[in-house]
């Protein structure tokens, strides 16, 4: 299969990249971090920051789609947060997190489909979060990005349908990663989070026709509590996040 990843130097993309050189894949990678070393020839690696407006930034990536597609596998995972009280980070930090989860996804989208890359009977992963489902105190800028994340995967899931191309939302819960663990309270247990190697695995197993993909029976728990009893959920998230972070900002 030919894959495009973004944001595979760690957490869930890494493992996905780990996958699908396992499996012979082709697979072009996009992030702001340097290549890894020994990297297999079957990788090609751009090395690129999701967040700049650079027009020849978008340029190159444009190409380089029209060089190395079309992909049967579009998994865009590249993400940052900012956690704290809402009024203690700065609107630049607020600005990079919705550049980088909302913004640089429906570029690439844009970008994929205008170069006719994403190959007829392949899919296009956006990952989101199950914040989706619930209030997110704490994170509200990292929240409000992956909620217009998942409005404009809903969005484009009928259009792209018609070319053959499935539209799917990953929204886990707190992964086993760096991601998580710069940005989670102090204390936090990492035990208690899903491995990114699970994740991975789910998303290149997932049938075309599930649209929401919830790893886990905790992210599934909790997606339908936040379906049948928001409130109640976005008071619990408040207990176990905002309260634990309104002394500590984190960008």
């Known amino acids: 299969m030919n894959i495009l990843l973004t944001g595979a130097a760690s957490g869930l993309g890494a493992a ?3 996958d699908c050189i396992a499996r012979g894949d082709s697979i072009t990678v996009i992030d702001v971090g340097e290549c890894p070393p020994d990297m297999p020839e079957t990788v090609t690696w751009l090395r690129h920051d999701l967040s700049a407006i650079d027009p020849v930034l ?4 444009s190409t380089a789609f029209a060089r190395h597609g079309p992909f049967d596998l579009a998994v865009l995972s590249a993400g940052i947060s900012a956690t ?40 296009l992963v956006f990952v989101a979060s199950l914040s989706c489902f619930t209030g997110y105190p704490g994170a509200a800028s990292y929240a409000a990005s992956k909620d217009g994340l998942a409005a ?11 070319a053959g191309v499935a ?28 491995a990114p190697e699970k994740v991975a ?15 886990g029976a ?4 909790a997606a339908m509590l936040g379906r049948l009893a928001p409130e109640l959920m976005t008071r619990i998230m408040g207990r176990v996040l905002f309260a634990k972070l309104k002394d500590q900002t984190m960008l």
């Open 152 to 162: 404009f995967a809903r969005s484009l899931r009928k259009p792209m349908r018609r």
């Open 58 to 61: 978008w340029d190159e990536i």
């Open 16 to 18: 996905l990249l780990h």
């Open 218 to 221: 905790g992210a599934k728990l």
């Open 84 to 123: 704290g009280p809402f009024e203690a980070i700065s609107p630049q930090a607020h600005r990079q997190v919705s550049r980088v989860n909302l913004h640089a996804p429906m570029r690439l989208s844009l970008e994929l489909q205008q170069r006719n890359a994403l190959a007829a009977g392949g899919r």
């Open 167 to 194: 539209v799917q939302l990953l929204c886990p819960g707190p992964m086993d990663t760096p991601h998580a663990t710069r940005y989670a309270p102090k204390g936090a247990r990492a035990d208690r989070r899903i």
């Open 201 to 215: 695995q789910m998303v290149l197993d997932a049938p075309r026709a599930r649209f929401v993909l919830l790893p």
